[in-house]
């Protein structure tokens, strides 16, 4: 099987570009592909409040719904700003697109590299959490913890590289799923809770816990807004529609808000219904058993919905690290191009999808797994840093562009470097929405950089900085390579001319070094049959069989090259060298190198590469032109 037909059975027939916007995403399957996070996150956050609460004892647990009420009322404020954001930015972005339309190039990239580490931090955490949630149920499978993390990352690797409306509906049943169980559990706690339809009541748990400190004043506020920063886990992924705006079926525009409302609402109801009813039960977060999972025994009596519930968390929390394969890969497009990351990453695989950046999350997300040996707890500091930076530059620069529109005329229109921007009439008050989660987000941030600084959250703290400084370094590169290319002020004679010499290294005389000498002779006049000899009878040969072909060699020099070492390459690059730059000078000489190509990739470790080394130390000469000629050879392997 060759290439290209392993590459077709494994992803699939390659799609002409016209199919583009019929591999776009209708509202279900997308809602499936970017929802997945902040659906999963459900599984967690409520727990991720009471962890810190129960600091206090059991008590202080009452205080869980209030502070989940909170969150919440933050996620709407998020939602509705990201709504303005894919109505604003149609073409997607996000973050990064605000940020560089409304505050310039530098808070863009900071929103940028706080998101790419999110993305890869969200694939390495999801299938470590689903892989915990495996080996929970099947100890003896812990000591591969780390390659199951790897295999499943593989496997979301390969559905993604399949293309987004399938990837769409393979994920589309256990996020469906997982929303459907939950919510029936739900339901049917709130029929037990208010005694409809003669329910029999809720259990109400009387497990105490002692207070592990005492705090009073400010201590006690602050872990308040410990555990308020903890419940904004719920807000992980809430970003990622507004990122991958062109993924839609169109109106793009449209279908992302329609998408991004009902995520808030699915998101939010199980949420606020987890929290309500964890509450309501008085129950207690432990290590062994996490909050959602009591909540569906005590509400099911562990009956087939509890394993239903169970067995799609676990899927879910595979399935969150989907939602960074739509983005990152977009986040990366955009960035590239903006030559603040390769140009390789703009490319589109044969099935429509940026296949460079799902490769390279790939790898970065695996190495991550390695790192932490797939312990999703150690990796959880590390968490939701990049996506609360991101919301508070996002709903800054929104503030920056309502303002902008709060002075427009009715009628008028202002256009921007990305957008254009028309009169809204509720402008004003749009504003003053942004300056709240943009005011709540930072808060966020700031309160989990500094409790999780010496847990691991200094790592994002560094790696953002270090992102942006890569941005830059690489913008400044295509900068150079702009103005070196650029042909403006051009003139006739700042050209080089190219020289009337060609150069073909050779080691003996063949059907292949025939071929390049004969291919080299209608380049130039003057063309030279280059070798290094390492002994008498090398030159004996080679002169014999030099004078068998008088036809293609009589208007060729032969030039030989005593040599005492094994190092043939050296003396060759010498040579050339010395024609470009004494014979030659300020003119382009070309060396024509003949090559073996086997039929089989196998093959070709079994030749000496000395044709691709010649290139490599070759190409570091700026007037030097290198011409491969092949000699494809049918080889067995």
């Given amino acids: 099987m060759g290439r290209s037909a392993l590459k077709e059975f494994m992803?699939?027939?390659?799609?002409?570009t016209s199919m583009d916007v019929h591999e776009r995403l209708d509202k279900v399957r997308a809602l499936a592909v970017f929802a997945?996070?902040?659906?999963?996150?459900?599984?967690?956050?409520?727990?991720?409040?009471?962890?810190?609460?129960?600091?206090?004892?059991?008590?202080?647990?009452?205080?869980?719904?209030?502070?989940?009420l909170a969150v919440a009322g933050l996620v709407l404020l998020v939602v509705f700003s990201y709504i303005q954001t894919i109505l604003h930015y149609p073409h997607g972005g996000g973050s990064y697109m605000v940020a560089k339309d409304n505050l310039g190039r530098y808070p863009s990239l900071?929103?940028?590299?706080?998101?790419?580490?999110d993305y890869i931090l969200t694939v390495s955490v999801?299938?470590?959490?689903?892989?915990?949630?495996?080996?929970?149920?099947?100890?003896?499978l812990f000591e591969y913890r780390?390659?199951?993390?790897?295999?499943?990352?593989?496997?979301?690797?390969?559905?993604?590289?399949?293309?987004?409306?399938?990837?769409?509906?393979?994920?589309?049943?256990?996020?469906?799923?997982?929303?459907?169980?939950?919510?029936?559990?739900i339901l049917i706690g709130l029929a037990r809770y208010f005694g409809w339809f003669g329910a029999p009541p809720l259990p109400v748990l009387d497990e105490v816990i002692a207070p592990t400190a005492s705090l009073v004043g400010f201590a006690y506020v602050w872990l308040l807004l410990r555990a308020f920063a903890g419940g904004c886990t719920a807000l992980t992924g809430i970003e990622a529609i507004s990122d991958g705006v062109m993924a839609f079926k169109p109106p793009e525009s449209k279908n992302a808000a329609k998408t991004m409302v009902a995520m808030g609402f699915l998101a939010m109801s199980l949420f606020v219904g987890i929290t309500f009813l964890s509450s309501q039960i008085h129950m207690v977060p432990h290590e062994y058993e996490s909050i959602l999972s009591q909540l569906t025994r005590q509400i099911t009596g562990g009956n087939l919905l509890y394993f239903w519930v169970q067995v799609f968390t676990a899927l879910i929390l595979f399935l969150a690290a989907n939602t960074a394969y739509q983005d990152f890969p977009r986040l990366s497009y955009f960035l590239a191009h903006d030559n603040f990351m390769p140009r390789w990453m703009e490319n589109r695989?044969?099935?429509?999808?940026?296949?460079?950046?799902?490769?390279?999350?790939?790898?970065?997300?695996?190495?991550?797994?390695?790192?932490?040996?797939?312990?999703?707890?150690?990796?959880?500091?590390?968490?939701?840093?990049?996506?609360?930076?991101?919301?508070?530059?996002?709903?800054?620069?929104?503030?920056?562009?309502?303002?902008r529109i709060a002075h427009l005329k009715p009628g008028e229109t202002l256009h921007t470097m990305v957008t254009e921007i028309h009169y809204e009439h509720n402008a004003k008050f749009k504003r003053v929405i942004n300056a709240v989660g943009a005011t709540v987000t930072s808060i966020v941030f700031i309160i989990l950089a500094s409790t999780k600084f010496l847990e691991g959250a200094w790592i994002v703290l560094v790696i953002i900085p270090l992102l942006i400084y890569m941005f830059h370094s690489i913008h400044q590169h295509y900068e150079r390579v702009s103005k070196a290319l650029s042909i403006q002020g051009l003139k006739a004679n700042d050209l080089s001319e190219v020289a009337d010499v060609a150069i073909v290294p050779i080691a003996d005389i063949h059907r292949g070094t025939l071929r390049a000498l004969m291919y080299a002779r209608r380049l130039s006049r003057d063309v030279r049959a280059l070798c290094v000899i390492t002994s008498p009878e090398m030159k004996e040969r080679l002169e014999r069989r030099w004078k068998r072909f008088p036809r293609i060699t009589r208007r060729i020099k032969l030039v030989t090259v005593d040599y005492d070492y094994r190092d043939v390459l050296t003396p060759i690059i010498s040579y050339i060298e010395q024609v470009n730059t004494v014979e030659f000078p300020d003119k382009l000489t070309t060396v024509v190198v003949p090559e073996f190509v086997p039929t089989y990739r196998i093959g070709r470790i079994l030749h000496n590469q000395s044709a691709n080394r010649l290139?490599?130390?070759l190409h570091h000469y700026k007037d030097i032109v290198i011409?491969?000629?092949?000699?494809?050879?049918?080889?067995?392997?």
């Fill in 11 to 16: 992803i699939g027939k390659p799609f002409p």
């Fill in 36 to 68: 997945s996070d902040p659906i999963s996150s459900n599984a967690y956050a409520t727990e991720a409040i009471m962890s810190v609460l129960v600091i206090l004892g059991s008590q202080a647990l009452r205080l869980t719904l209030p502070i989940g």
């Fill in 110 to 117: 900071v929103a940028a590299a706080a998101l790419l580490t």
């Fill in 126 to 140: 999801s299938v470590s959490a689903g892989v915990r949630a495996v080996t929970s149920a099947f100890p003896e």
């Fill in 146 to 185: 780390v390659l199951m993390a790897i295999v499943a990352i593989l496997l979301l690797t390969w559905v993604n590289l399949r293309g987004a409306r399938e990837s769409g509906t393979i994920f589309a049943i256990p996020t469906y799923a997982f929303v459907g169980g939950v919510w029936l559990v």
């Fill in 349 to 403: 695989g044969d099935r429509l999808v940026y296949s460079s950046g799902i490769g390279v999350l790939a790898l970065l997300a695996s190495l991550m797994v390695l790192i932490f040996q797939a312990n999703e707890i150690a990796m959880l500091p590390l968490y939701a840093l990049g996506v609360m930076l991101s919301f508070s530059i996002s709903q800054s620069g929104m503030f920056q562009l309502m303002g």
């Fill in 615 to 617: 290139r490599d130390e």
């Fill in 627 to 637: 011409i491969d000629v092949p000699i494809h050879i049918d080889s067995k392997i």
